[in-house]
């Protein structure tokens, strides 16, 4: 008898399983669609950001500055805040020079108010030559004024009188004069100095 029932006890659980995935298979009675999505609908709170309250910032106060003068004796007193290579490069001296002037042992360590000898700076004197400033040289707008015709015109010599063939045309020296001036970028009263000059 055993045997009888197990056969159907296989069957029934075969039909309840069938049955249990009808029922899940079926719609549900309502038509209630749910939406999903990403963004929030409109009437949600939106948070909006604040600003924590105002805190002025006090700004770093600048580190006080003191006068590195030289006295009359040619001695400097140490401040807070030197060091050996500052003080060489503020009175232009070498490094080498200043600590064997001071005959210090450990250039590292100075103390405030610890008073340096300054070597003597041999300054070298400068050349006599003279040196053009760039507004007359160049020809810019302190010669656009200036008419080499006219000048020579009032002045004469051979220049009036000069011409010569360039390219294939025939140019008179104030012609080209004005050539040269405007191709090279020089002030014409430059080239004719240089002319009168070389010209004696």
């Known amino acids: 008898m055993k045997m009888r029932l197990r056969p159907f006890i296989n ?21 209630r669609v749910i939406e999903v999505s990403a963004t929030p609908p409109l009437n949600a709170i939106i948070a909006t950001p604040t600003l924590p309250p105002f805190t002025p910032i006090r700004p770093t106060p600048n580190p006080i500055r003191y006068n590195m003068e030289l006295r009359d004796d040619g001695t400097y007193t140490i401040q807070p ?11 232009a001296v070498s490094l080498e020079a200043l600590i064997a002037l001071n005959n210090i042992a450990d250039p590292n360590t ?16 400068s050349t006599s030559f003279k040196i053009i400033p760039d507004s007359e040289l160049v020809y810019g707008p302190s010669a656009s004024d200036f008419d080499v015709a006219a000048f020579v015109k ?17 140019l008179s020296g104030v012609e080209i004069i004005d050539e040269v001036a405007t191709e090279y970028s020089v002030n014409p009263r430059i080239l004719l100095a240089i002319l009168e000059y070389k010209g004696g």
């Open 11 to 31: 069957i029934s659980v075969v039909l309840w399983a069938l049955f249990v995935a009808v029922l899940a298979c079926a719609k549900p009675s309502s038509q």
């Open 81 to 91: 805040g030197d060091t050996l290579a500052l003080i060489a490069a503020r009175f």
């Open 110 to 125: 100075i103390e405030v108010g610890q008073v340096l000898q300054i070597p003597s700076v041999q300054v070298e004197p």
């Open 154 to 170: 009032a002045h004469g010599g051979f220049l009036q009188i000069f011409s010569e063939s360039i390219n294939g045309q025939v």
